[in-house]
């Protein structure tokens, strides 16, 4: 009788034993997709902070951001293949050309007729508007120079009205030849625009000062074909 006692005790023993088994599974089943959950959800927090903080920058910055980006980013590439094909000795202008498919160069030349960038001189407002946008477009900022003057100036790099730094400032000799090449350029496309006419020594003299023969520059301007006859006949001594 107590071996049989015993062994149906072992039994349910071990039945208890193996229904305990897949009850412990399932729940370590359970707490490892509860801690992947809460993992991915912090993640997703995670992600999510830094899309609105992204968005809150993008938002402060101007609306026009990316447009300028791009422009910055091409015009560095830009100047650094110059550079690259300066060292090798190639012209930039030859080997931009190379890489122009016919497809972009027929849009670009449709471009070109369709609008025309120079309407002319219509006023002294537009015109110094115009030379403004030119000359802001080829500004170059030289980081190097203002971290330069940064340090050198220390606190007053950004004055106040206690701060003396008026006259202190020493132009570069490179910024010199900057503005001196500059100034050259305006005043050899101003000579295009306005030349000053030649004097001709063998005209007649028929003026006594400078207003005088601006006078008679207009009068033969508009009546020089009605005078003509008249003119040629006093000068032969001929006239009536």
């Not at 900022?141 to 203002?146: F, L, R, S, T």
Request: one cysteine or more; glycine letters at 4%.
């Amino acid at each position: 009788m107590a071996s049989c006692s015993e062994e149906s005790a072992i039994a349910t023993a071990a039945e208890e034993e193996a229904t305990e088994t897949p009850a412990s599974q399932k729940r370590e089943e359970r707490l490892r997709k509860f801690r992947e959950l809460h993992f991915k959800r912090n993640e997703a927090r995670k992600l999510n902070h830094q899309e609105v903080v992204e968005e809150d920058k993008r938002m402060k910055l101007p609306s026009n951001w990316e447009a300028k980006r791009a422009r910055l980013e091409w015009e560095l590439a830009e100047d650094q293949k110059r550079k690259e094909c300066a060292a090798r000795g190639e012209d930039y202008g030859r080997v931009k050309l190379l890489e122009i498919t016919a497809d972009d160069a027929e849009r670009w030349e449709r471009k070109k007729k369709k609008k025309n960038p120079d309407t002319g001189f219509a006023g002294y407002a537009e015109a110094q508007f115009r030379q403004y946008q030119r000359l802001t477009k080829q500004i170059r900022p030289d980081m190097e120079g203002y971290e330069k003057q940064r340090e050198e100036c220390g606190e007053d790099f950004h004055p106040t009205s206690s701060s003396l730094i008026h006259g202190t400032h020493i132009p570069t000799t490179e910024g010199i030849d900057r503005m001196v090449e500059d100034v050259e350029k305006q005043i050899e496309k101003r000579a295009k625009y306005s030349r000053r006419r030649a004097y001709n020594d063998d005209a007649d003299i028929d003026y006594i000062n400078e207003r005088n023969a601006k006078f008679n520059k207009k009068a033969e301007r508009f009546y020089g074909k009605y005078t003509a006859e008249i003119k040629q006949n006093l000068e032969r001594g001929t006239a009536v």
